[in-house]
């Protein structure tokens, strides 16, 4: 385990491996070793894998009175490349929160990244045509059930957190087990303030004074069309492969798309070595 100060705060992260940098990025519900194949198989293959802990994930303190939009999700990863990697932009590799990060930093500050991975999460873009239709509704309800107060943080600790195990049976394709690693989660939102600042990722997706105003010109280079070389993957099993087949009118530079058979939303968990393929022939190609 790591440390490293950016943006104001103190992150965590894991590493494996030396060379070229590639920055994993986790999402909800989960942790930074949710990277464990894709870092051994890096480590391996000549890169320095570093899958960070993102803000408010324990062991990272919660900070009192932090903001949680995207764009403050985005000025953080901009502060720890530009501390992990100041000569030269790295790999970015993101799944779910991970990936909706990822699409922002592309956008805002190309710069940074030089080839992006962005799974299991269609463009913002896309995501906003289709706010209103229902099996979508359904598919992100926790992205609604997530803006009441209180009632969300009592659902998710109940029943030994069974709504976690819910949440990942539900978005994995059938048979996918992963209980060693779904215990890892849980007891990282079980330490004190981790529940509510993960959820406040989502309430500040749509409550516009959650958002900090320091970051308004972030913010709308978030918008710009992407130029960083980006595959784009999703199982197969998951809803949301149908809106990311659409979705590359949003990219103006390389772009690929594939889906992963026998995988839900957690494909690099679900379908580790296939995922691991994909990954390693983008970061190699062109080279």
Known sequence: M?????????FFYLSAGSGPKVLLVHGFPDVASTWSSQMDALAAAGYCAIAPFLRGYHPNRVPTGAFYDK???????????????????????????GAIIGYALCAARPDLVKKAVLMAVPHPAIVA???????????????WFFQQADLPEKALLADDMAFIDFLWRDWCAPGHEDGEHIEAVKACLRQPGVLSAALAYYRAMFIPEHADPQWAALRADMGRTIT???????GAQDLRAELMRAQDAYFGGEYHY??????????????????????????????
């Open 258 to 287: 594939h889906e992963v058979a026998a995988a839900g939303h957690f494909l690099h968990r679900e379908q580790p070595a296939r995922v691991n393929r994909l990954l390693l022939d983008w970061l190699k190609s062109g080279d």
């Open 71 to 97: 764009a403050t999700l985005v000025q953080d990863m901009a502060c720890l490349i530009e501390t992990l990697s100041p000569e030269e932009p790295l790999f970015f590799v993101g799944q779910d929160w």
């Open 129 to 143: 045509k289709h706010l209103l239709t229902p099996k979508h509704i359904q598919r992100s309800f926790h992205w």
């Open 228 to 234: 960083v070389p980006t595959l784009a993957l999703c």
């Open 2 to 10: 790591h440390r490293i100060a950016a943006n104001g705060h103190e």
